[in-house]
């Protein structure tokens, strides 16, 4: 590495050691780093093709105001994501407020009561839990008549074809897949094997709908799951589709119908998609959109130096090393409480936003231990931007993603290493 950028590094607060470890590791991945680029190359080009075809003009970024008729801003950014991810239309609005808002929206108004929802991929992220009412909430779907059923993928992580085909019955309305595994142990699904889930599940009954939690996997493939049959594909703008740019927002995208019934529900029944001012915040979803892929390939890189780095080390990875990625999110289990909260400090303090505090342990509402969290960014709680956080306790498995550049990931998960050889929590020299 030129002495240069070495000194530069060391003036952020890396020793020399830290240093040559990560070039030795990038090094080492430089074929892999070239894939990844040729993926954000393809889907560059598919965004700017729907841009062009679509006719983003000037006029687009106007803002509008009240109730946001013909908002051809709003509805010319919902063409270029439909035709993006090969969908027949797409609901794209900072009204969403969030990804489970987008996901919960997209089963409430798809689903009727006497209907019955299915996952066949295990139990759904977390906060998914309470629109469903498999933990009892206010407004549940549970509380709608809307029945639940759930079918665990085997141990070694393949679908257990027999208890979904057993599971599908008259009432089973809507399929629910999970790309990411978010917090969850199980393998993330690649974009060809939830195709032959999908196939599956529509050869037993052609009528079901198929939805993809597509959340952290947006343009980690060349292929999004509604070209593999899914009906409708929902996610959340603080992650990848945004770019780090969108302040704000969810989309669903898909079949007309799937997408006009999250519409009527998300304005009102004969509203449905005409109403909803963009504000002034629509550029932001064009240019955020425009940057996703190299964005999401940058994280995506992030995540692979990071497995590389901590299983070098001897550290339970999850996905390992070599394994094929189709989200962004890093698990690195540390097993030890000081080595979770140095990666913690080390994330942090590589930020360009809050890089001076330290993060602590606090006990959050909602979990049973402890949670640490370490961010600085400069969309709240955006976690396309490098974030790391996880409960304190056995494991000790800190959970990371994001980075909007590559070397931006590659300086927090070098500060990360820092911290944890300041303090002897680790041997980088006999490496
Ligand atoms: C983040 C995420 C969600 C929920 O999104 P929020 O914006 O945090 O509400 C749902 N499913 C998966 C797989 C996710 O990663």
């Given at each position: 590495m030129n002495q240069h950028l070495v000194n530069q590094y060391k003036q952020l607060g890396l020793s020399e050691e830290v240093i040559a470890f990560g070039a030795k590791i990038e090094e080492e991945l430089k074929p892999r780093f070239e894939k990844i680029d040729a993926i954000a190359e393809m889907n560059q080009l598919k965004v700017l093709h729907a841009m062009q075809k679509n006719r983003v003009s000037a006029e687009c970024f106007n803002q509008s105001s009240g109730y946001g008729y013909n908002d051809m801003g709003r509805d010319t950014l919902e063409q270029v994501y439909a035709d993006t991810f090969?969908?027949?239309?797409?609901?794209?609005?900072?009204?969403?407020?969030?990804?489970?808002?987008?996901l919960a929206l997209a089963l409430m108004s798809n689903l009727r009561p006497g209907d019955e929802l299915l996952s066949p991929v295990g139990k759904p992220y977390d906060t998914l839990e309470e629109v469903i009412g498999i933990r009892p909430s206010k407004g549940s779907?549970?509380?709608y008549g809307i029945t639940y059923a759930q079918v665990d993928l085997?141990?070694?992580?393949?679908?257990?074809?027999?208890?979904?085909?057993?599971?599908?019955n008259d009432k089973t309305r809507l399929v629910t897949i999970q790309r990411s595994k978010g917090y969850a142990t199980r393998p993330t699904l690649s974009v060809d094997r939830i195709g032959e889930l999908i196939t599956f599940i529509k050869n037993i009954k052609p009528d079901i709908i198929c939805m993809v939690d597509n959340c952290y996997g947006e343009f980690v493939e060349e292929k999004e799951p509604l070209e593999v049959g899914a009906d409708m594909i929902v996610g959340s703008l603080i992650?990848?589709?945004?770019?780090?740019?969108?302040?704000?927002?969810?989309?669903?995208?898909?079949?007309?119908?799937?997408?006009?019934?999250?519409?009527?529900?998300?304005?009102?029944?004969?509203?449905?998609?005409?109403?909803?001012?963009?504000?002034?915040?629509?550029?932001?979803?064009?240019?955020?959109?425009?940057?996703?892929?190299?964005?999401?390939?940058?994280?995506?890189?992030?995540?692979?130096?990071?497995?590389?780095?901590?299983?070098?080390?001897?550290?339970?990875?999850?996905?390992?090393?070599?394994?094929?990625?189709?989200?962004?999110?890093?698990?690195?289990?540390?097993?030890?409480?000081?080595?979770?909260?140095?990666?913690?400090?080390?994330?942090?303090a590589a930020a360009p936003v809050d890089s001076y505090v330290t993060p602590e342990p606090w006990a959050m509402p909602g979990y049973d231990s402890d949670v640490i969290m370490a961010a600085g960014a400069f969309v709240q709680g955006s976690s396309i931007e490098l974030s790391?956080?996880?409960?304190?306790?056995?494991?000790?498995?800190?959970?990371?993603?994001?980075?909007?550049?590559?070397?931006?990931?590659?300086l927090?998960?070098?500060?990360?290493?820092?911290?944890l050889y300041e303090r002897k929590l680790v041997n980088i020299e006999e490496i």
């Open positions: 090969k969908g027949e239309d797409a609901l794209v609005r900072p009204q969403i407020t969030c990804g489970t808002h987008a779907l549970a509380e085997l141990p070694d992580g393949g679908f257990n074809w027999d208890g979904i085909k057993n599971a599908i992650k990848n589709p945004g770019g780090g740019l969108a302040p704000i927002g969810g989309y669903i995208c898909g079949k007309k119908e799937c997408v006009e019934n999250a519409a009527y529900r998300l304005t009102s029944p004969g509203l449905g998609k005409e109403v909803g001012a963009s504000l002034g915040i629509i550029q932001s979803f064009y240019q955020g959109f425009f940057l996703a892929p190299t964005v999401t390939a940058g994280a995506l890189k992030g995540a692979i130096f990071a497995a590389n780095i901590y299983e070098k080390l001897g550290y339970k990875v999850v996905p390992n090393s070599t394994e094929s990625r189709h989200d962004i999110i890093q698990a690195v289990e540390f097993g030890d409480r000081d080595a979770m909260c140095a990666f913690c400090e080390g994330i942090q790391a956080d996880g409960p304190v306790k056995e494991p000790y498995a800190v959970y990371f993603q994001g980075g909007l550049t590559w070397y931006h990931a590659k927090g998960i070098l500060m990360s290493l820092q911290k």
